[in-house]
């Protein structure tokens, strides 16, 4: 079956410091990787859309500078969140999608950031 | 810009009742909306992804959409205590047709009386 494997579950890091997170595709071929922010008492924002040989589409408020991505191949995706402030808390989620199959995103566990 | 909206904010049911749970979305050419489920501040279990107006199964759940009225539910039929956390609306384009980016809505908590 389709799996998705977030990593790190949870990480705590220092104000102004930056955190990596990867998503793996495992079961599927990821062409195209969402990756999406659920802060405190909110619902689910799009941070970025990545589709392979195509350019990363960044929605509004959050810029490449801010959160790198990298989607070198069809099963990883890694983002990381830079200069990590209170506001950056969540939960992150990668939704990988699978072109060949029925289209469905597969959202992997995702990964929790906690700023002190 | 989409906006899809939940209701009710929260819903609790006796075991055995069935229970519905309403989304509503602004974006009239939307055609891809799917039923998500999430535990506990976990990741997202997808549930029914339905297309065409109708209803479509996926062994207890029942999505219904009707796009002339905005409107897509979710029926849990035979709820269990496994099945309380909170269930997420999502809406966008199919592939092709525009962007395929999910708009979710804030969810509706729900939560079984044993």
């Known amino acids: 079956g389709a799996l998705v494997y977030q990593y790190p579950r949870r990480t705590i890091c220092k104000s102004g410091t930056s955190m990596r997170m990867e998503c793996q595709a495992v079961?599927?071929?990821?062409?195209?990787v969402a990756w999406y922010r659920q802060s405190p008492q909110k619902t689910f924002e799009l941070i970025a859309l990545?589709?392979?040989?195509?350019?990363?589409?960044?929605e509004q408020n959050f810029t490449q500078e801010k959160f790198p991505i990298s989607h070198p191949n069809l099963s990883f995706s890694s983002m990381t969140v830079l200069n990590a402030y209170l506001e950056d808390r969540g939960l992150y989620l990668c939704?990988?999608?699978?072109?060949?199959?029925?289209?469905?995103?597969?959202f992997g566990a995702g990964t929790r950031l906690s700023v002190l | 810009q989409q906006k899809v909206q939940q209701s009710p904010e929260s819903l609790t049911v006796s075991e055995g009742a069935m229970a519905s749970l309403n989304c509503t979305f602004s974006?009239?050419?939307?055609?891809?909306f799917r039923w998500y489920r999430q535990h506990s501040a976990k990741g997202l279990e997808v549930l029914v992804s339905?297309?065409?107006?109708g209803e479509k199964e996926e062994g207890r759940f029942t999505a219904h959409l009707n796009r002339a009225n905005l409107h897509v539910s979710l029926h849990i039929r035979e709820p269990q205590p496994s099945d309380s956390a909170v269930y997420l609306c999502?809406?966008?384009?199919?592939?092709?047709?525009?962007?395929?980016?999910?708009?979710f809505g804030k969810g509706t908590k729900f939560s079984l009386i044993p």
């Open positions: 999502a809406v966008s384009l199919l592939p092709g047709t525009g962007s395929n980016r999910l708009t």
């Open positions: 939704g990988a999608r699978d072109w060949g199959g029925q289209n469905t995103l597969y």
């Open positions: 974006d009239g050419t939307s055609n891809n």
């Open positions: 990545s589709t392979v040989n195509s350019a990363i589409k960044y």
């Open positions: 339905i297309f065409s107006d």
């Open positions: 079961g599927f071929q990821a062409t195209s």
